[in-house]
């Protein structure tokens, strides 16, 4: 149960997606947390830090499994359906729930790219999304620049509604952001 929304439900043991699956994360994805942390651009979007060692990917990795508790959200690893290695990590936020808003936002690692991941473990946590009480509306903001990742969230069903200016700081410079979103009844 949620520190602050007492209602939601439970964190899933395991969703399927197609060739991946979202599941809570494990000590032993610290492999992947370490190169999800060699990206240029990851570490300056959440709390992994850049070029992150074992000790360091290993607290990052229990930190994710904390997010429910401490009332955030969803944090879950992306992993391959038949390894059950982890691919990255995906994130269902609660932050706006009183107002019907949920956010999510993804990252793959580097050798995991280009093969449908993000797109799947999207659309997974969106359908899971419907099962939250009281969510009509679940946004996800994309860099303008992030053509991969527009791509997937195209292919998870969400919308293109416009560009937000300077939205937030990324890296010390304030950044522009397109919005997506989808909302409950669209697919």
């Known amino acids: 149960m949620s520190a602050v929304h007492p209602d939601l ?40 830090p850049a070029h992150a060692d074992a000790d360091e990917a290993l607290a990052w990795v229990r930190r994710q499994r904390g997010r429910f508790a401490e009332g955030v959200g969803y944090a879950l690893a992306i992993a391959d359906h038949a390894t059950d290695e982890a691919l990255g990590q995906i994130g269902l936020w609660v932050r706006d729930l009183d107002e019907g808003r949920l ?34 509306r679940v946004e996800l903001r994309v860099e303008p620049w992030n053509e991969a990742s527009v791509r997937s969230a195209e292919r998870a069903g969400y919308r293109r509604e416009g560009l937000l200016r300077g939205h937030q700081e990324i890296g010390g410079r304030r950044r522009d952001l397109l919005l997506y979103a989808t909302v409950r009844g669209d697919r």
Do not use: K
């Open 103 to 136: 956010s999510v936002g993804y990252a793959v690692a580097p050798s995991a790219r280009g093969r449908g991941v993000a797109a799947a473990a999207l659309t997974a946590l969106t359908s899971f999304a419907w099962t939250v009480p009281g969510a009509h």
């Open 9 to 48: 439900p439970p964190v899933p043991d395991r969703l399927p997606a197609g060739p991946v699956a979202l599941r809570p994360f494990r000590d032993g994805d610290v492999a992947m947390a370490v190169e999800l942390a060699t990206d240029p651009y990851v570490p300056l979007t959440g709390s992994l």
